[in-house]
T-cell receptor, first 113, second 116 residues
Framework: EAQVTQNPRYLITVTGKKLTVTCSQN?????MSWYRQDPGLGLRQIYY???????DKGDVPEGYKVSRKEKRNFPLILESPSPNQTSLYFCASSIASGYNEQFFGPGTRLTVL | AQKVTQAQTEISVVEKEDVTLDCVYE???????LFWYKQPPSGELVFLIR??????QNEISGRYSWNFQKSTSSFNFTITASQVVDSAVYFCALTAGRDAGNMLTFGGGTRLMVKP
């Protein structure tokens, strides 16, 4: 089944404790992206990647890091999480770019205490 | 800079009513793409439609239709004869310009509640 998977689905952590949210797609897609969803703000793009080793900032990259060492994986790293990073996070992929239909993962609900 | 505004934060209708969700966008670029995504209560986002700036034809897909008007910078979404299963949050999104195809800007979303 073609899909985007994210792990963990739920995470409660404390300020300053490094964490990684994994994202993997099995559709051989070139483009991958991370978003955060907050009430009233819709989805805001954090980082995106056009291909292996090619990543760039979205609208809200502060406090986040990403890497794209393999085509299928695009982990989101929070080196020192803070309470304002409490949010619902989505990973997405598309065949080539943001022009194309994006397939979204199930979301990761992160709470930073 | 680009911006998407969905002024209706919540809409409540009774089943079988028609409902229109508004989307107004801002961009200085002449080449851009607009999208609608649906987020049902389960949480995952589902693609509904994509439209590019050179194609102003309206589109109909079953009970769904989209009205793209460049003159008013709007890309509105109408559900005809709404059903309870249409209850969801709907997002309009835009990608434009130099980063077209890379960066995607979403509106704040419209929560649609369809009551039986």
């Amino acid at each position: 089944e073609a899909q985007v998977t994210q792990n963990p689905r739920y995470l409660i952590t404390v300020t300053g404790k490094k964490l990684t949210v994994t994202c993997s797609q099995n559709m051989n897609h070139e483009y991958m992206s991370w978003y955060r969803q907050d009430p009233g703000l819709g989805l805001r793009q954090i980082y995106y990647s056009m291909n292996v080793e090619v990543t760039d900032k979205g609208d809200v990259p502060e406090g986040y890091k990403v890497s794209r060492k393999e085509k299928r994986n695009f982990p989101l790293i929070l080196e020192s999480p803070s309470p304002n990073q409490t949010s619902l996070y989505f990973c997405a992929s598309s065949i080539a770019s943001g022009y194309n239909e994006q397939f979204f993962g199930p979301g990761t609900r992160l709470t930073v205490l | 800079a680009q911006k998407v505004t969905q002024a209706q934060t919540e809409i409540s209708v009774v089943e079988k009513e028609d409902v229109t969700l508004d989307c107004v966008y801002e961009t200085r670029d002449t080449t851009y793409y607009l999208f609608w995504y649906k987020q049902p209560p389960s949480g995952e986002l589902v693609f509904l439609i994509r439209r590019n700036s050179f194609d102003e034809q309206n589109e109909i897909s079953g009970r769904y239709s989209w009205n793209f008007q460049k003159s008013t910078s709007s890309f509105n979404f109408t559900i005809t004869a709404s059903q309870v299963v249409d209850s969801a949050v709907y997002f309009c999104a835009l990608t434009a310009g130099r980063d077209a195809g890379n960066m995607l800007t979403f509106g704040g979303g419209t929560r649609l509640m369809v009551k039986p």
